[in-house]
């Protein structure tokens, strides 16, 4: 590959004639949504996995009223399929998944390795026209709201089913059974996330080519690289993904005795809606809880952002959200005694009742949250540091950045969730005989099938019996006129032994005497 500049606009001309058909721009929409899916594909949700038991309970709650949503609706045909994984591997798009030619892409990619950097730039105008507009909307979760960390999450629905609290709730290992293909699910979605990994730096990479094309740094080389070893396991993916596609359309309507029986928790979609975001409110109240030291550290830099916006130079936008971010001590401490309140009312935690815990969501009603945008704030933080000379000042707000990133991706806004606070009494109310009569309602259909399998294993043997019993009269009568038969024989066999050779010639004589009287 040679580096230097100089590749002709004919050349570009001739390699668009040799494409025929394909039209470059066509191809390189196709590398983009590629780049773009890859990436959306590979971040992970954050876990933490430090909970108290009541938060921690209720996840598994969560986790197990969404699967039954899940498991109906898919048999149902009520979820739509690439809605749903797109929700749980995390992608914005299935059909613009699908709809790439790796062709294309890879064929691109191997002519890269043969031209030179001035192509790139001509790449670069292309991708930037590409990117005025977002090609994909935003992902919207909405079928699995009980699995926030996707199908990381899915994959622990049966280990959730194995916690002694949850027996003793659910009462019976039925419905474990009708969730069993979930973690099917899981796996292929677990294995099709693999196929779509990059390595950090080639991440960094890419991210660099899609936020700013004419600004790219990185070799020519390594981009045709990494972009070929992606395309391919792209490739790969996109088969699994197919497949998968056909495996979730077959289950439609193949039903079982334990998921039908799911059908007696009325308006699933409701309950698993409310206790998903519910539970999530009161996670990220125990994230912020478990990040506490971490988030007052940001206090003392407070100040050094409003020493700062004084002398600066960016829009009133920018300085307003600023100003907002130097006045967060008050509310950050307002949040945190509140968040403590919420923490020390909660009980019940060894309670096997489900009703119980409903005092860990209304309670949670009344914690100060806080409303801002720290998207927008990270963003003219940002601006800041641009523009701030001092390196010891610079650093200060670089980690104020972090932590202000931490506290984004947490999320502070915990009004949004008092709706959904508020009807967690009913979806537990709901559970709660769910679960109750979940049990029995198995046992009736297999005790009815039992009854029925009795029945037919009854009336199987009584014909038995009776093609039995017709079968020894039969051979009973085929005996009887055996032996009738030989009496016969045996009585005709007794007569022709009884007449003697003298008799026999007398008889005969006459005979022959009368037939001579005749004759004559």
Same mark, same amino acid.
């Given at each position: 590959?040679?580096?230097?500049?100089?590749?002709?606009?004919?050349?570009?001309?001739?390699?668009?004639?040799?494409?025929?058909?394909?039209?470059?721009?066509?191809?390189?929409?196709?590398?983009?949504?590629?780049?773009?899916?890859?990436?959306?594909?590979?971040?992970?949700?954050?876990?933490?996995?430090?909970?108290?038991?009541?938060?921690?309970?209720?996840?598994?709650?969560?986790?197990?009223?969404?699967?039954?949503?899940? *498991?109906?609706?898919?048999?149902?045909?009520?979820?739509?399929?690439?809605?749903?994984?797109?929700?749980?591997?995390?992608?914005?798009?299935?059909?613009?998944?699908?709809?790439?030619?790796?062709?294309?892409?890879?064929?691109?990619?191997?002519?890269?390795?043969?031209?030179?950097?001035?192509?790139?730039?001509?790449?670069?105008?292309?991708? +930037?026209?590409?990117?005025?507009?977002?090609?994909?909307?935003?992902?919207?979760?909405?079928?699995?709201?009980?699995?926030?960390?996707?199908?990381?999450?899915?994959?622990?629905? *049966?280990?959730?089913?194995?916690?002694?609290?949850?027996?003793?709730?659910?009462?019976?290992?039925?419905?474990?059974? /009708?969730?069993?293909?979930?973690?099917?699910?899981?796996?292929?979605?677990?294995?099709?996330?693999?196929?779509?990994?990059?390595?950090?730096?080639?991440?960094?990479?890419?991210?660099?080519?899609?936020?700013? %094309?004419?600004?790219?740094?990185?070799?020519?080389?390594?981009?045709?690289?990494?972009?070929?070893?992606?395309?391919?396991?792209?490739?790969?993916?996109?088969?699994?993904?197919?497949?998968?596609? =056909?495996?979730?359309?077959?289950?439609?309507?193949?039903?079982?005795?334990? #998921?039908?029986?799911?059908?007696?928790?009325?308006?699933?979609?409701?309950?698993?809606?409310?206790?998903?975001?519910? +539970?999530?409110?009161?996670?990220?109240?125990?994230?912020?809880?478990?990040?506490?030291?971490?988030?007052?550290?940001?206090?003392?830099?407070?100040?050094?952002?409003?020493?700062?916006?004084?002398?600066?130079?960016?829009?009133?936008?920018?300085?307003?959200?600023?100003?907002?971010?130097?006045?967060?001590?008050? %509310?950050?401490?307002?949040?945190?005694?509140?968040?403590?309140?919420?923490?020390?009312?909660?009980?019940?935690?060894?309670?096997? +009742?489900?009703?119980?815990?409903?005092?860990?969501?209304?309670?949670?009603?009344?914690?100060?949250?806080?409303?801002?945008?720290?998207?927008?704030?990270?963003? /003219?933080?940002? *601006?800041?540091? *641009?523009?701030?000379?001092?390196?010891?000042?610079?650093?200060?707000?670089?980690?104020?950045?972090?932590?202000? =990133?931490?506290?984004?991706?947490?999320?502070?806004?915990?009004?949004?969730?008092?709706?959904?606070?508020?009807?967690?009494?009913?979806?537990?109310?709901?559970?709660?005989?769910?679960?109750?009569?979940?049990?029995?309602?198995? +046992?009736?259909?297999?005790?009815?099938?039992?009854?029925?399998?009795?029945?037919?294993?009854?009336?199987?043997?009584?014909?038995?019996?009776?093609?039995?019993?017709?079968?020894?009269?039969?051979?009973?009568?085929?005996?009887?006129?055996?032996?009738?038969?030989?009496?016969?024989?045996?009585?005709?066999?007794?007569?022709?032994?009884?007449? #003697? %050779?003298?008799?026999?010639?007398?008889?005969?004589?006459?005979?022959?005497?009368?037939?001579?009287?005749?004759?004559?």
């Amino acid at each position: 590959m040679t580096s230097s500049s100089g590749l002709e606009s004919g050349e570009i001309d001739s390699w668009e004639n040799e494409e025929e058909d394909d039209d470059i721009l066509d191809i390189i929409t196709a590398i983009f949504i590629t780049i773009i899916s890859t990436i959306t594909s590979s971040g992970a949700r954050d876990v933490n996995d430090t909970w108290s038991i009541s938060v921690d309970r209720m996840r598994m709650i969560a986790r197990i009223t969404n699967g039954i949503y899940l *498991q109906r609706g898919l048999i149902d045909g009520t979820i739509p399929v690439d809605e749903l994984i797109a929700e749980l591997l995390g992608i914005q798009s299935v059909d613009q998944m699908l709809k790439v030619d790796t062709r294309k892409v890879i064929r691109v990619f191997e002519r890269l390795n043969g031209t030179n950097e001035t192509f790139l730039k001509d790449l670069h105008l292309m991708i +930037t026209l590409l990117t005025q507009t977002p090609t994909v909307p935003l992902l919207a979760i909405k079928h699995s709201l009980g699995f926030p960390n996707g199908y990381r999450d899915l994959l622990t629905l *049966q280990e959730d089913f194995k916690d002694p609290w949850i027996q003793e709730i659910v009462r019976t290992r039925s419905l474990s059974y /009708s969730m069993a293909k979930l973690e099917k699910l899981g796996i292929a979605l677990k294995n099709i996330s693999g196929m779509l990994e990059v390595t950090k730096g080639e991440r960094e990479m890419l991210s660099a080519l899609v936020k700013n %094309p004419s600004g790219f740094k990185d070799p020519l080389s390594n981009l045709v690289v990494a972009g070929l070893r992606i395309t391919r396991n792209f490739e790969q993916a996109l088969k699994a993904l197919r497949a998968l596609r =056909n495996i979730l359309f077959s289950m439609k309507h193949s039903r079982s005795l334990e #998921s039908d029986a799911l059908a007696h928790l009325l308006d699933p979609f409701r309950h698993s809606e409310v206790l998903g975001l519910a +539970t999530q409110g009161v996670v990220s109240m125990k994230q912020v809880l478990d990040n506490k030291s971490r988030f007052q550290e940001v206090i003392p830099y407070l100040e050094v952002v409003k020493e700062e916006i004084r002398n600066s130079h960016l829009s009133q936008k920018d300085l307003s959200n600023l100003e907002a971010l130097a006045a967060l001590q008050t %509310p950050l401490e307002a949040m945190y005694q509140s968040l403590e309140t919420w923490r020390d009312s909660l009980t019940d935690s060894n309670s096997s +009742t489900l009703n119980n815990y409903t005092t860990l969501f209304e309670n949670a009603k009344n914690v100060t949250g806080i409303r801002l945008n720290f998207t927008e704030i990270s963003d /003219s933080l940002h *601006q800041l540091i *641009q523009e701030t000379s001092n390196q010891t000042t610079r650093e200060q707000l670089e980690d104020l950045e972090a932590v202000v =990133n931490e506290m984004n991706t947490i999320g502070l806004n915990f009004s949004k969730y008092s709706k959904n606070f508020e009807e967690t009494n009913e979806t537990m109310q709901a559970l709660n005989l769910f679960f109750e009569s979940y049990e029995s309602k198995v +046992t009736v259909m297999f005790s009815l099938i039992g009854v029925g399998v009795a029945m037919f294993i009854i009336v199987f043997i009584l014909g038995l019996c009776y093609l039995w019993r017709a079968d020894k009269e039969i051979k009973m009568d085929e005996e009887k006129q055996k032996k009738k038969i030989k009496k016969s024989i045996n009585g005709a066999s007794r007569s022709n032994s009884e007449v #003697s %050779p003298l008799t026999a010639g007398v008889s005969s004589g006459n005979k022959t005497t009368a037939s001579s009287s005749k004759s004559g």
